[in-house]
């Protein structure tokens, strides 16, 4: 990272709530081209989330904190505040000495700009204000939320427009977060009831969702320079595993992760 820090615009993905499972289903079974041609080898790698829920999770990737590696350790992570024994701070880790990597990437001149999701960036209660805060500039309408139908959607067209008004020479550190795969998702798998509620099912159809989409955001975050993309979910969700329901909870389905890095060339994901 110290090497396309400051070189590079970058983006940073989470695909709030998505199981392990059931990416790599998805992926396995050519579900999701538009994800799956940018992932190495075809596939995502398997991480252990930092947190069980949403303001936990980005509370820690925010201090650089990603999803680790679910092998044994320690694991170099990509960036990392100055910490005197860390022994995940390796020489190309980009170290920065500021309490979170947002205020530590404007501080070498990135623009650091919140594209919110789930409740947890909505700035209607105080909470929904404290994640959004630690950046430049945030973004929030009801259309980005967990109950619209089109929200990725909504999303990306608010990132393309975001990109466009940037100076050329501004870098961007771009972070969105992805609401559609959050209950409730059963209006993206077709037939689906509100009356039957979420599934696993529906979950994988908003996966679906997004990936028909998402080359639109990697197009807009490389358009003008190249860009390094992390792509991951934060946490899973349980739909009745061994009983359990929902997340911030300590079951396999939640703490379980897809994570992927990769660059994103100009012109090369086509809209």
Do not use: K
């Amino acid at each position: 990272m110290t090497q396309i820090v400051g070189s590079h615009d970058l983006l940073l993905v989470t695909l709030d709530t998505l199981r392990y499972d059931v990416a790599v289903e998805l992926a396995a079974e050519g579900r999701i081209p538009n994800l799956a041609r940018h992932l190495p080898g075809g596939g995502w790698e398997q991480r252990h989330a930092p947190g069980s829920f949403t303001y936990a999770s980005h509370q820690a990737i925010f201090a650089g904190f990603l999803p680790t590696p679910a092998g044994p350790g320690p694991h170099p992570r990509l960036f990392a505040a100055r910490f005197a024994g860390s022994e995940s701070t390796a020489p190309g880790t980009f170290v920065f000495d500021t309490p979170d990597l947002l205020s530590g990437l404007a501080g070498v001149g990135y623009r650091t700009v919140c594209i919110g999701g789930v409740g947890f960036f909505n700035r209607q209660p105080p909470l929904g204000s404290v994640l959004p805060d630690m950046f430049q500039e945030s973004h929030w309408e009801p259309e980005f939320g967990v109950a619209s139908p089109t929200s990725f959607e909504a999303q990306v067209a608010r990132a393309e427009q975001v990109v466009a008004e940037l100076p050329e020479e501004q870098r961007l550190f771009l972070f969105v977060n992805v609401s559609a795969l959050h209950q409730p998702n059963w209006f993206h798998r077709p037939g689906a009831t509100r009356e039957a509620g979420d599934s696993r099912a529906t979950h994988a159809a908003a996966l679906e969702y997004v990936d028909a989409h998402i080359g639109r955001l990697f197009a807009a975050a490389s358009s003008r320079r190249r860009c390094f993309a992390i792509v991951c979910s934060d946490h899973g969700t349980a739909y009745g595993d061994d009983g359990y329901t929902g997340h911030r909870l300590g079951h396999e389905s939640v703490w379980t992760v897809p994570y992927a890095h990769f660059f994103l060339d100009p012109g090369a994901t086509a809209p």
